[in-house]
Every structure is written in structure tokens, then in C-alpha cells.
């Protein structure tokens, strides 16, 4: 999610400079002794960078939490719906036994095995020898039934019970994370709102010249002279899933976004393989699990690429040393350099 320029090892000079970013935020009044030095354009954009980098790594922890809480909505659904029908069913057990019961009364006396179902411990009055010689076999399996129901249905109420409990914990973690993306992204808004417009238009003139660098490198002809990248064949569903992304170019990043009008890093993956007839999973450390793991050297076109050392950005690499990705709030799907950001390794699906 950040713009993912070439990775600067940071000197303590910048460090400290930026330290002091949040003083120059404020107006300095004329009473002020000496007014802090207001960021420079590049320390405000190395500051969101940071600050959308950190904004993706929680986006990838709320997609996967997100994955789990539809996940479990599922099973809760799935023991619901078993439980009521298993209601019914021995709704209909113990009206049949009831039934029986009522017909006995009225005939003049009541069998001893419908005793057992009107008794308060049911469990007890079985486990007398005597009393199941004088049941009929019939009778003592539809009540040993009713007793095996019951005790699934009070199982099954208890599970659910425990995954709906498990449910809320999880919508409380998704609503934290969900506050702390917006909260890193409003944080990176405001500092960029205290640049002139002068400056934002040539830092966004700065960044479109970037994207369009690369989206001509990406375009040009495999036989050029960049030996550093001699792109080996790859799967046909990588490439149908490079030619599905490849369709996304312009397409806006939206934080939690699968598509198909809108995408973060690992959604834009996962949406373009799908179209390839593969099924990923929803977060990129989950996607890194996916497929042959490869080398830079050894990328082939429509491979998922995994950048920083939590892996939490992902895209498709499209040869010639390029990568189409979904990068940040803001952007859109765009081609980058492999190394504007700091690559761990590829993976090859399919």
C-alpha cells in the first residue's frame, strides 16, 4: 500500500528530522522563540510511505480475520440449521411415544416403558436391568433414540453457542483493526494536506512518471539488453492470470477490496487467478504458501511475487523486471519495478 519507491536506508539525520515532523504539523506562533523547520517533500512522503506500509500489514491481518469470521458464520449456520431440524425430529419422537401413552391411559394402565419417557432421569430408569426386561425392544430403541437425540441436539446447542461467542471476539478484533487502518491512513492524509499545492502536484507528477516508466518497461520487447531479467516460460494459468490483471490497470486500491472494480495487493491476486480457474487464499502470507517457491532469477510472467519481510504485499509479476500490483489508498493498479520494493521470492501456480 505504500508507493513503494526503492527501499533508502534511512540515516540517523533523517530519523531525527522526521522525529520532529508532528511539532512543524502545528502553527508556530509569533511568540515562538524559533520556528521548527517545516518537512521537506521528501521526508513527508518517506513518512507515508511508512505510514501506508504499516496501514497494508494490519489490511492483510483484517482480510485473513475477515476469511475466519465468514468461515465460522458458516458452521454457525451449518449447527442451526442441524439443530432445528434435529428438533423436529425428536419433536415427532416424542409425540409418536406420547401418542402410544395416551391410547395405554385410556385402555386402563400405562406400559412401564412409557414410564421411562415420563420419568425425570430417563438415563437412570434405563439403566435398571428389571425395568428393561419388562420393555419391548421397540419401545426401548425409540426411547434409547430420543435420549441419543437429545443428547446431540444439547451438544450441538453448545457448540454453537461457542463459535458464536468465538464469532463476537473475532468482529471485535476485525472492528480494532479496521480503526487502526483508518487511523494510519488519515494520519498519512493529514501530512500530506500540509504540502502547497504546488508540492503535491509535482510529488504526483513524480509518482505517474514512476508508474509510467514501468508500465512501458513492462511493455517493451522481451529481447531487449536487461540481462538482469531473462524471464524463463511459465504456467499457462500464471499467464492467463497476468492477462486477467493486466485488464484491472487503473482499477482504484480500496482496502479490503476483492474486486472487480476495486482491489488491495492481495485481492488483485487472488481475483486474477481466479478468472485462471485457480482459488487462492485471501491474504498474501497465505497466498505464499501457494504453488513452487522461486528465485528473482527464475520468474517466469504471471508468477506471484512477495515483497517485505512479513510478506505483505503481493502481485503478479509481469516480466522484463516488472510488477503489476494494487499498491495503496490513493492509486491504482499499476505496473512497478521488482525492485522498488524489497522482494523475498516468488511462487509459480498451476
Same mark, same amino acid.
Given at each position: 500500500?505504500?508507493?513503494?519507491?526503492?527501499?533508502?536506508?534511512?540515516?540517523?539525520?533523517?530519523?531525527?528530522?522526521?522525529?520532529?515532523?508532528? #511539532? =512543524?504539523?502545528?502553527?508556530?506562533?509569533?511568540?515562538?522563540?524559533?520556528?521548527?523547520?517545516?518537512?521537506?517533500?521528501? *521526508?513527508?512522503?518517506?513518512?507515508?510511505?511508512?505510514? %501506508?506500509?504499516?496501514?497494508?500489514?494490519?489490511? @492483510?491481518?483484517?482480510?485473513?480475520?475477515?476469511? &475466519?469470521?465468514?468461515?465460522? &458464520?458458516?458452521?454457525?449456520?451449518?449447527?442451526?440449521?442441524?439443530?432445528?431440524?434435529?428438533?423436529?425430529?425428536?419433536?415427532?419422537?416424542?409425540?409418536?411415544?406420547?401418542?402410544?401413552?395416551?391410547?395405554?391411559?385410556?385402555?386402563?394402565?400405562?406400559?412401564?416403558?412409557?414410564?421411562?419417557?415420563?420419568?425425570?432421569?430417563?438415563?437412570? +430408569?434405563? $439403566?435398571? =436391568?428389571?425395568?428393561?426386561?419388562?420393555?419391548?425392544?421397540?419401545?426401548?430403541?425409540?426411547?434409547?433414540?430420543?435420549?441419543?437425540? &437429545?443428547?446431540?441436539?444439547?451438544?450441538?446447542?453448545? @457448540? =454453537?453457542?461457542?463459535?458464536?461467542? *468465538?464469532?463476537? @471476539?473475532?468482529?471485535?478484533?476485525?472492528?480494532?483493526?479496521? *480503526?487502526?487502518?483508518?487511523?494510519?491512513?488519515?494520519?498519512? &492524509?493529514?501530512?500530506?494536506?500540509?504540502?502547497?499545492? @504546488?508540492?503535491? #502536484?509535482?510529488?504526483?507528477?513524480?509518482?505517474?512518471?514512476?508508474?509510467?516508466?514501468?508500465?512501458?518497461?513492462?511493455? #517493451? $520487447?522481451?529481447?531487449?539488453?536487461?540481462?538482469?531479467?531473462?524471464?524463463?516460460?511459465?504456467?499457462?494459468?500464471?499467464?492467463?492470470?497476468?492477462?486477467?490483471?493486466?485488464?484491472?490497470?487503473?482499477?482504484?486500491?480500496?482496502?479490503?477490496?476483492?474486486?472487480?472494480?476495486?482491489?488491495?495487493?492481495?485481492?488483485?491476486?487472488?481475483?486474477?487467478?481466479?478468472? #485462471?480457474?485457480?482459488?487462492?487464499?485471501?491474504?498474501?502470507?497465505?497466498?505464499?504458501?501457494?504453488?513452487?517457491?522461486?528465485?528473482?532469477?527464475?520468474?517466469?510472467?504471471?508468477?506471484?511475487?512477495?515483497? +517485505?519481510? $512479513?510478506?505483505?504485499?503481493?502481485?503478479? %509479476?509481469?516480466?522484463?523486471?516488472?510488477?503489476?500490483?494494487?499498491?495503496?489508498?490513493?492509486?491504482?493498479? *499499476?505496473?512497478?519495478?521488482?525492485?522498488?520494493?524489497?522482494?523475498?521470492?516468488?511462487?509459480?501456480?498451476?
Amino acid at each position: 500500500m505504500a508507493s513503494h519507491r526503492r527501499p533508502k536506508q534511512p540515516s540517523r539525520a533523517r530519523v531525527t528530522i522526521f522525529g520532529a515532523t508532528a #511539532a =512543524a504539523t502545528v502553527a508556530i506562533t509569533s511568540q515562538s522563540a524559533q520556528a521548527e523547520p517545516e518537512p521537506t517533500i521528501e *521526508e513527508v512522503q518517506d513518512e507515508v510511505d511508512r505510514l %501506508y506500509e504499516e496501514a497494508e500489514a494490519v489490511t @492483510e491481518e483484517y482480510n485473513g480475520a475477515k476469511e &475466519q469470521e465468514e468461515q465460522l &458464520q458458516a458452521e454457525v449456520d451449518d449447527l442451526q440449521d442441524s439443530t432445528a431440524r434435529g428438533q423436529e425430529e425428536l419433536n415427532e419422537l416424542r409425540s409418536g411415544v406420547g401418542s402410544v401413552a395416551s391410547a395405554q391411559y385410556r385402555n386402563g394402565g400405562i406400559d412401564p416403558s412409557l414410564h421411562l419417557f415420563l420419568s425425570a432421569d430417563p438415563d437412570a +430408569y434405563l $439403566d435398571q =436391568a428389571s425395568t428393561l426386561d419388562q420393555v419391548s425392544g421397540k419401545q426401548a430403541e425409540t426411547l434409547r433414540l430420543i435420549e441419543d437425540r &437429545q443428547r446431540n441436539l444439547d451438544q450441538q446447542r453448545q @457448540e =454453537a453457542t461457542d463459535k458464536l461467542a *468465538e464469532l463476537e @471476539e473475532l468482529r471485535g478484533r476485525l472492528s480494532d483493526q479496521k *480503526e487502526t487502518i483508518q487511523d494510519k491512513l488519515n494520519e498519512a &492524509q493529514s501530512l500530506l494536506n500540509q504540502l502547497t499545492e @504546488e508540492e503535491q #502536484a509535482r510529488l504526483a507528477a513524480q509518482e505517474q512518471a514512476e508508474a509510467d516508466r514501468a508500465a512501458e518497461a513492462a511493455r #517493451a $520487447d522481451r529481447s531487449d539488453d536487461r540481462a538482469d531479467f531473462v524471464d524463463v516460460p511459465g504456467s499457462s494459468r500464471g499467464s492467463a492470470a497476468l492477462s486477467a490483471a493486466a485488464t484491472k490497470l487503473g482499477s482504484p486500491y480500496v482496502w479490503g477490496a476483492t474486486g472487480p472494480s476495486s482491489f488491495d495487493c492481495s485481492g488483485l491476486t487472488s481475483w486474477a487467478y481466479a478468472q #485462471a480457474g485457480v482459488s487462492l487464499p485471501r491474504t498474501s502470507q497465505s497466498q505464499a504458501g501457494v504453488g513452487t517457491r522461486v528465485g528473482m532469477s527464475e520468474l517466469a510472467p504471471g508468477d506471484l511475487v512477495f515483497f +517485505y519481510s $512479513d510478506l505483505h504485499h503481493v502481485g503478479l %509479476y509481469a516480466g522484463n523486471g516488472q510488477v503489476i500490483h494494487a499498491p495503496r489508498p490513493g492509486s491504482v493498479v *499499476e505496473y512497478i519495478s521488482i525492485n522498488a520494493m524489497p522482494f523475498q521470492f516468488g511462487t509459480r501456480v498451476g
